[in-house]
């Protein structure tokens, strides 16, 4: 059993698709631009807000940084209103994660998504878990892929990398895991297909997550 567990929280402790697509079809509204799917919108989370709805608009506006500003401050003013109306913990999660606690297990949260956003949600969720950190995306840090939040987060709990574990459910968190230079499993359930996360250890049901982190 690892001593500590890094968890993504988008699309692998709690599903935010619904909230995050409704906010950023608002925003895009506002300015005449048309929407798109929840399917589509699957496969732009997981960078942070900003890329989040730059990826949505029209490629022609993608690089006026000016309007990506003004797109963006739309979405957050909607997004923060209505960020947890259809948002809710995938099944058998807050169940997973009272029982690590129980055992001991230290746990952090390691996001790309805006920090209060990310502390709101935890809270909101699993106010019951002492997490050692609850990281997201926060001005001067890197997102990951960048290891700089694994290191952040091992230093905190005073545990070595050996000893640590990330869960994610993108590549995005397979390679802050290998960069940070800790073990990562990946989740099926979340925002990414299985092929997108071929070649990492892949886990299908919390009940199979549970039976290797115990």
Do not use: C
Request: glycine share 8%; aromatic share 8%.
């Amino acid at each position: 059993m690892k001593k500590l567990i890094l968890w993504d929280l988008d699309g692998t402790l709690i599903d935010t698709l619904e909230d995050l697509g409704k906010a950023v079809n608002h925003a895009l509204s506002l300015h005449g631009l048309p929407p798109h799917t929840p399917e589509e919108y699957r496969k732009m989370v997981g960078h942070g807000v900003r890329n989040l709805v730059q990826q949505a608009l029209p490629p022609d506006r993608q690089s006026d940084e000016a309007f990506v500003d003004l797109v963006l401050a739309a979405f957050k003013a909607y997004y923060s209103d209505h960020i947890d109306v259809f948002t809710r913990p995938y099944p058998g999660i807050a169940e997973l994660l009272s029982a690590l606690q129980e055992r001991g297990v230290k746990m952090a949260v390691a996001s790309n998504k805006f920090q209060e956003g990310t502390e709101y949600l935890i809270k909101a969720f699993f106010p019951d878990i002492r997490f050692v950190s609850v990281l997201g995306n926060r001005p001067g840090y890197p997102l990951k892929p960048d290891p700089a939040i694994v290191e952040e987060v091992l230093e905190k709990a005073g545990v070595g990398p050996e000893e640590a574990l990330m869960v994610g459910d993108s590549p995005t968190d397979m390679r802050t895991a290998a960069n940070g230079g800790i073990d990562a499993i990946a989740v099926s359930w979340g925002y990414r297909s299985r092929d997108d996360l071929a070649g990492n250890r892949i886990v299908h049901s919390v009940e199979e997550l549970r039976e290797l982190l115990y």
